[in-house]
T-cell receptor
């Protein structure tokens, strides 16, 4: 069955380290998205991609980067982790346009 | 101020009872409005979708309504089950842009015996 997966599911890292969170989908969806979810906030968009080699900044992109070298993967990199980036991160994908976004299981990241 | 406000923030009900969750939005126009269910430790999963012109949509024991005049949506859960314990998130999809979703902060529902 087609799916969207994230790894790792849990990560603890130290301030200043570079961290990469993986997202892989097997639906052959063009669009992929990264969100963070924090208490008191709705999901907030970090970065998104409409296709291979396309990347765009979302509303909370500072300190994060993404790259899209193939259809299936959109890794999220924290260049120098900060305590403010402690959060739960969700990857999502959609076929195109305003079709439903399907979410991965999430990665809980703790920056100490 | 969030453009999608949900109430209540949390709710505890007895198994078998009905409940209604509210979503007020200021985003307009929109392509569609969805209710998502998010189990603890999981990603959100879509329950219902309504376009601007639809008033109601059902998915089993879940019924969503939409009043475009008052900019309100509700999710009614009938004969609640323990498995309904989750967060319910109202999401507005803006037209034409796949990236423009506005999320509510969710209602945390707990169904108890």
């Amino acid at each position: 069955d087609a799916e969207i997966t994230q790894s790792p599911r849990h990560k603890i890292t130290e301030t200043g380290r570079q961290v990469t969170l993986a997202c892989h989908q097997t639906w052959n969806h063009n669009n992929m998205f990264w969100y963070r979810q924090d208490l008191g906030h709705g999901l907030r968009l970090i970065h998104y991609s409409y296709g291979v080699h396309d990347t765009n900044k979302g509303e909370v992109s500072d300190g994060y980067s993404v790259s899209r070298s193939n259809t299936e993967d959109l890794p999220l990199t924290l260049e120098s982790a900060a305590s403010s980036q402690t959060s739960v991160y969700f990857c999502a994908s959609s076929l195109s346009g305003v079709n439903e976004q399907y979410f991965g299981p999430g990665t809980r990241l703790t920056v100490t | 101020k969030n453009q999608v406000e949900q109430s209540p923030q949390s709710l505890i009900i007895l198994e078998g009872k009905n409940c209604t969750l509210q979503c007020n939005y200021t985003v307009s126009p929109f392509s569609n409005l969805r209710w998502y269910k998010q189990d603890t430790g999981r990603g959100p999963v879509s329950l219902t979708i309504m376009t601007f012109s639809e008033n109601t949509k059902s998915n089993g024991r879940y019924t969503a309504t939409l009043d475009a005049d008052t900019k309100q949506s509700s999710l009614h859960i009938t004969a609640s089950q323990l498995s309904d314990s989750a967060s319910y998130i109202c999401v507005v999809y803006l037209p034409g842009t796949a990236s423009k979703l506005t999320f509510g902060t969710g209602t945390r529902l707990q169904v108890t015996l």
